[in-house]
């Protein structure tokens, strides 16, 4: 009977013996593989953090301790542990979720997938245990990516204040966040890593002294008094301890005993503690582990034997923005890049092979990236910043007050932007379009097909005066979407065909193909539609207004959240420009949605054509004094 199925809960791992743990690890590893070649997910973290979970389990007594997960792509080791062991619908409807998850299991904390929070999160619960005098103990694991995060060291300033609040920080060393680690604390691990310990450097140096006569065992105690200095020199972990901080380590994040016996002094220490552990992104896995890019960091659907994808589904949105920046590159010097730790996710590799010299990855870092790149754009270049949108939240500020107020030239792109499906609710990129909204000047574009991205990605880096942004989807682009004509700055998508249109349908970036087909299905109850691409939300063009007024309703469709997006915006203009015609917008309700694909997500809250359909037949019904037709299109979508 495997010794997998025999573990419900932390404590079931306490009956079992050294021999029988690592058994359990390489269980748990076939497990995984088996399980995530088959539905996608994060692979190579996980295989890394098997032996770590297990002692961690051990040691602590989870859920009254609090084990904390950094991003938590790497909790499937635990959510296996914790009673969890059904990963057939892993990041799927109904199924577990790719990151720890309070609805799931009462051993799960933080659910956001957003790196370098977990020290703050367990800098807070260690002082609400010392407030209600609780004994509980908080452990935070992070991985060495995640400390190259401003929030981690103004997380350790304050935990490193309090020598007397128990609090134990779990360092998961790998050497990578999702690619190789870069920077001057990877670098700093790096030593730690590579250099013999002070603890075996003095016990060796003992040995020897206390052979010397008379003067041995003086010069011995004189070196043991100058622990600090030597240790710098030794071990530099010096950094950590002069926070204030107890440093463990470097310990094999491998060997079980070894981790049990570090995590058990940590945890008896009554003050806050690092332990070191240096682990191997993949392990186990050779496919995983012959993957230099990021040791399969994320995975679709693999064969399990040679890690080869099942399918290839074409084109993606990245891939084409990445092809461009390389010919962009080549046309023009001044263009550099910036990546926050993810150049292979956010397609910047093809550019950095190109061209080595002018990319800059500055780790888990948005704010600093985006005021770096003020300051390339004020030295006279032209940076253009790649991040996911979920990610571009935690900028805001330097967009605002670094960027725009300074009117720096200074290109973001925004990857996964809107409904993301799988990764769940942190990975939404869905309020990239209204939090950008009140940025005076910044200039905002939604490219609608592959052409889109070439031709607006090269009219943002045009502008060197002010913030640009083009955001696009995650996955697949599908086929160009023609336009038929051009008003103002705007893409004629379909043509109503009469004088006296009934709707104007404003589609935003790629929803513009069901935007055509809400159209099509309008046309079958009689109603008339012209359908427009903007390609510029921001600002409004001003041909809308005037284009709004021909128009009975106007309908705005977008991919992300209806407060304060898009259609808010043009509702604004219209408003402004004194046109008083029905507008009914379309996107994504207020709320942090759950885990599925794209499809299903956007079926959930509505965001289909025949959905859409229905209601505007129900407006334009209205306005008639009629109400018969509102259910038709549904009837239609179904034939």
């Given at each position: ?12 791992l ?125 452990v ?14 103004e ?109 058990t ?8 503690v ?96 985006a ?19 979920t ?70 880096v045009a ?18 979407v023609?336009?038929v ?26 929803l ?44 705005t ?83």
């Open positions: 009977m495997p010794l997998l199925t025999r573990i419900g809960g932390p404590r079931d306490d009956r079992l013996s050294l021999e029988e743990l690592q058994e359990l690890a390489g269980e748990i590893r076939t497990f995984l593989v088996d399980a995530v070649s088959k539905t996608g997910g994060h692979l190579g973290p996980n295989l890394g953090v098997v032996e770590l979970t297990l002692a961690l389990h051990r040691v602590f007594e989870s859920p009254r301790d609090k084990v904390l997960w950094d991003t938590g792509h790497q909790s499937y080791v635990h959510k296996l542990l914790t009673g969890r062991q059904d990963f057939s619908r892993l990041k799927m409807k109904g199924g577990l979720s790719g990151y720890p998850s309070q609805a799931e299991s009462e051993h799960d904390v933080i659910e956001n997938s957003h790196a370098s929070t977990v020290l703050g999160w367990a800098d807070g619960i260690a002082k609400a245990n010392q407030v209600l005098n609780r004994d509980d103990h908080v935070a694991v992070i991985g060495d990516g995640a400390l190259t995060g401003g929030m981690a060291w997380a350790l300033n304050n935990i490193a204040a309090a020598k007397d609040r128990p609090l134990v920080i779990v360092v998961n060393d790998n050497e990578r966040s999702y690619a190789p680690t870069i920077g001057g604390l990877a670098n700093h691990l790096a030593t730690l890593r590579t250099t013999d310990g002070y603890e075996r450097f003095l016990a060796r140096t003992k040995e020897v002294l206390e052979r010397t006569p008379v003067v041995g065992r003086p010069l011995y105690d004189t070196l043991h008094g100058a622990k600090k200095g030597l240790k710098d020199f030794i071990a530099p972990q010096g950094m950590f301890e002069d926070l204030g901080l107890k440093y463990v380590g470097p310990i094999d994040g491998h060997d079980i005993e070894a981790l049990e016996s570090a995590l002094r940590a945890k008896r220490f009554g003050g806050p690092i332990v070191h552990c240096l682990t191997e992104k993949g392990r186990g896995y050779q496919p995983a582990l012959a993957d230099e890019a990021d040791r399969f960091h994320a995975v679709g659907k693999i064969h399990p034997d040679t890690g080869l994808p099942i399918s290839t589904s074409g084109a993606d949105w990245t891939s084409v923005f990445g092809e461009e920046m390389v010919r962009l590159g080549e046309e023009r010097p001044d263009i550099v890049a910036i990546t926050a730790a993810m150049l292979q996710p956010v397609g910047l590799d093809r550019f950095a092979k190109r061209f080595p010299d002018r990319v800059y990855d500055v780790g888990i870092a948005e704010q600093h990236g005021v770096s790149a003020a300051g390339l754009a004020h030295g006279g270049l032209h940076p253009v910043f790649a991040v996911y949108a990610f571009l939240n935690r900028a805001f500020d330097q967009v605002l007050m670094d960027v725009a107020l300074h009117k720096c030239g200074v290109t973001f792109v925004l990857d996964r932007a809107g409904i993301t499906g799988t990764d769940g609710a942190s990975h939404n990129g869905m309020w990239d379009m209204s939090i950008l909204q009140v940025v005076p000047g910044l200039r905002l574009a939604a490219p609608r097909d592959a052409d889109q991205v070439r031709a607006q990605l090269r009219e943002a502008v060197d005066d002010a913030p640009t942004v083009v955001r696009f989807s995650k996955g697949a682009v599908g086929p160009a023609p336009a004509g051009r008003v103002g700055g705007m893409d004629v998508l379909r043509e109503a065909g009469t004088d006296r249109p009934d709707v104007l349908l404003v589609s935003v970036g790629a513009a193909p069901m935007c055509l087909e809400v159209a099509g299905l309008l046309e079958r109850q009689g109603i008339s539609t012209t359908v427009v691409d903007p390609r510029w939300v921001k600002p409004v063009d001003e041909a809308l207004a005037p284009l709004a007024e021909r128009h009975r309703v106007v309908v469709v977008e991919d992300n959240s209806r407060v304060g997006g898009v259609g808010s915006a043009i509702a604004q203009a219209l408003r402004d420009a004194g046109v008083d015609v029905p507008l009914r917008d379309f996107g994504i309700p207020p709320r942090f949605l759950d885990h599925a694909s794209r499809a299903e997500v956007l079926a959930e809250i509505g965001l289909t054509a025949p959905d859409i359909a229905r209601q505007v037949t129900g407006l334009v019904a209205k306005l008639d004094g009629r109400y018969d037709r509102a259910a038709a299109p549904v009837e239609a979508a179904r034939d």
